[in-house]
């Protein structure tokens, strides 16, 4: 398996742009987990799925962003419009029920 | 705050030695799990203690729990170069979803030659 698999790995864009980040969970995982990592804040969960049902946004920062699942293999995090406060390195996690999450690389964000 | 404290923030060791690093939580858990994250990558899954266990094991990695005193343990003996990575505790609730996992602030791990 390939494991938990992020697009793209690195993004620059200009303030006000949306950026549109993708992943693809390991297959037979019924939870996907979006999570932002910064210094200031470490790592804060965003939004979590489950059988590709939003289950809890309580993490998602604003109204500018928002997530998708379409379909068991993909899942994707919008930003619109982007601020320079929304740089940071995104992760996107699966898991088989309550157990071991799998992380993938991660994207990292850099608005200017 | 984190629901996940670790301490020390940084560690610095040389190889062969032991590194432990601790973490305590607030809330009452489902599990614990302990991730590493190497520089510049994502987080890799070490080991899970449910609420029930007070100890577990695997490989060189040595977990415990104590739950009365809302606090953990991570043991890493005989540490290598490799190990060099940021380790974080993440917390399991014991009410509602076990899947939503709190992450606390990490610990800095240098191991050197």
């Known amino acids: 398996d390939a494991g938990v698999i992020q697009s793209p790995r690195h993004e620059v864009t ?19 987990f979006w999570y932002r990592q910064t210094m200031m804040r470490g790592l804060e969960l965003l939004i979590y799925f489950n059988n590709n049902v939003p289950i809890d946004d309580s993490g998602m920062p604003e109204d500018r962003f928002s997530a998708k699942m379409p379909n068991a293999s993909f ?38 | 705050s984190q629901q996940g404290e670790e301490d020390p923030q940084a560690l610095s060791i040389q190889e062969g030695e032991n590194a432990t ?4 939580y607030k809330t009452s858990i489902n599990n ?12 890799v899954h070490l080991i899970l203690i449910r609420s029930n266990e007070r100890e577990k094991h695997s490989g060189r990695l040595r977990v415990t729990l104590d739950t009365s005193k809302k606090s953990s ?37 240098q191991v050197t030659l």
């Open chain 1, 75 to 112: 899942s994707t995090l919008k930003i619109q419009p982007s601020e320079p406060r929304d740089s940071a390195v995104y992760f996107c996690a699966s898991s088989p029920q309550a157990r071991a999450q799998y992380f993938g690389p991660g994207t990292r964000l850099t608005v200017l």
């Open chain 2, 73 to 109: 343990s991570l043991l890493i003996t005989a540490s290598r170069a490799a190990d060099t990575a940021s380790y974080f505790c993440a917390t399991a609730p014991l009410t509602g979803t076990a899947s939503k996992l709190t992450f606390g602030t990490g610990t800095r791990l």
């Open chain 2, 32 to 43: 614990l799990q302990w991730y590493r994250q190497n520089s510049g990558r994502g987080l």
């Open chain 2, 21 to 24: 690093m601790n973490c305590s």
């Open chain 1, 14 to 32: 200009e303030m006000g742009q949306e950026v549109t980040l993708r992943c693809k969970p390991i297959s037979g995982h019924d939870y996907l």
